[in-house]
């Protein structure tokens, strides 16, 4: 996510000297490199332009201590600028009702997303408010569609309303029907989408809302757009009634700044963020963390609600004795969280530039796994008698070569020689955290 624009923020950034005074001229060209980045990454003009009135005036505003250098001051005024341009610290944030059944649209052209995330946005209710969530489809014209949303909810365990009809009034009132009766939570609801705007759409949107009255209406919008994205917004926020966004594929090493225009066109705010194809890779939108993460300054915040909403992290790591067992445990804890690469991307890139993340990738992390499953309970409590004849029969058993070993008990070494010294509960947040930029 960001990689482009925050690869240059974070050189321009390190090419700051530490001097405690800086001249207009050199005021001035660091003005104008911040305007190229923000040129260059797809963000519109007359949202550059605004933030770059915004950054100047308030460098020229700001009193300069001793205590803060003017690249710190810098830093801080982009940051302030991004958070508030995205919406600002009280940016909305999801709400429902509880004990009454929540209607939720969910709309936007075709292939941007919009199955995907009501799989990913159910899950997320079901998982962290433990609600009853009810799904369906009126996506009538594309074959398949329908089956799509039927097809990931089974897979991920969420209730779906199935249906052979092919009138989207009694599609929708018969759900509707349905949810209150059987007393769900949540009614989500997929529609059509189009390859373009037109009236078909725009009308059948307004007949859906006037049936559904939803509490919500999300426009799912494709960051790889640009700003395409954000003229078909405009054009659903004229006509229709939208609550706000989930912008999809933030995975993709796009220029990255779809986000800082689209809020500052729209008015309107994001509410999540899709960041991979998987169930889980939907993420709370908020500003602030955002802004930090293009900066390079990492995200630790959603890492550590990622920690304590998708793992069962054992409090006595410690105490235990480690060994491959609970090494095994890391590496799938690894994997819940989306892998390794997923992790590196929301620390802040001045203290881990120079993790090879590539080394680490999930493809690596299940081959660890299953070298670890194809050794003896003997062999995972005490892994130092691997010599080589056992090697010989882990790699026969787990179809990967003895360098593959090798690697996993190098990185199993590195590992427990890391919690011996530290408290790996407590420590990492608090640490990474002394250490960002503000
Ligand atoms: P719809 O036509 O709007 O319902 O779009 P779909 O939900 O069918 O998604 C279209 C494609 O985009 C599918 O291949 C999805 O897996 C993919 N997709 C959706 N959200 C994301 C995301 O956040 N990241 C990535 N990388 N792919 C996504
Ligand atoms: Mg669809």
Known sequence: MFKNLTSKFTHLIRSFSDKYKLSESELDIIIKKIRKILLDSDISLNTVKYLILNIKNKLTTLEVSRKISPSQIIVKSIYDEFTDIMGGLNSPRFKFNINELNVILFTGLQGVGKTTSIAKFAHWLKKKYKKKVLLSSCDIYRPGAIEQLKFLANKNNIDFFDQNLLDITIILKTALNYAQVNSYDFLLVDSAGRLHLDENMMNELSFIDSILKPSYTFLILDSTYGQDAINSSSVFINKFKISGFIVTKMD?????????????????????????????????????????????MGD???????????????????????????????????????????????????????????????????????????????????????????????????????????????????????????????????????????
Request: glycine share 6%; net charge positive.
């Open 300 to 438: 630790i915040d959603t890492l550590i609600d990622e920690v304590k909403e998708k793992l069962t992290i054992k409090d006595q790591l410690i105490e235990k004795s480690f060994d491959m067992n609970l090494f095994k445990e890391q590496i799938n804890n690894l994997l819940k969280l989306g892998g390794f690469k997923k992790i590196v991307e929301k620390l802040p890139s001045y203290n881990f530039g120079e993790i090879n993340e590539s080394k680490l990738d999930n493809d690596f992390l299940k081959k660890m796994l299953s070298i670890i499953d194809s050794m003896t309970i003997k062999e995972r409590k005490y892994p130092s008698i691997l010599n080589f004849s056992r090697k010989k029969r882990l790699w026969k058993g787990s179809g990967c070569k003895l360098h593959d070993i090798n690697k996993l008990i190098k990185y199993y070494e590195k590992f427990s020689k890391f919690l011996s010294k530290e408290n790996y509960q407590s420590s990492i947040s608090s640490k990474l955290k002394n250490k960002s930029f503000l």
């Open 252 to 296: 993709s090493d796009t220029k990255g700044g779809i986000i800082l225009s689209l809020t500052y066109n729209t008015k309107k705010p994001v509410y999540f963020i899709g960041t991979g194809e998987n169930i889980n890779d939907l993420d709370l939108f908020y500003p602030d963390r955002l802004a930090s993460r293009i900066l390079g």
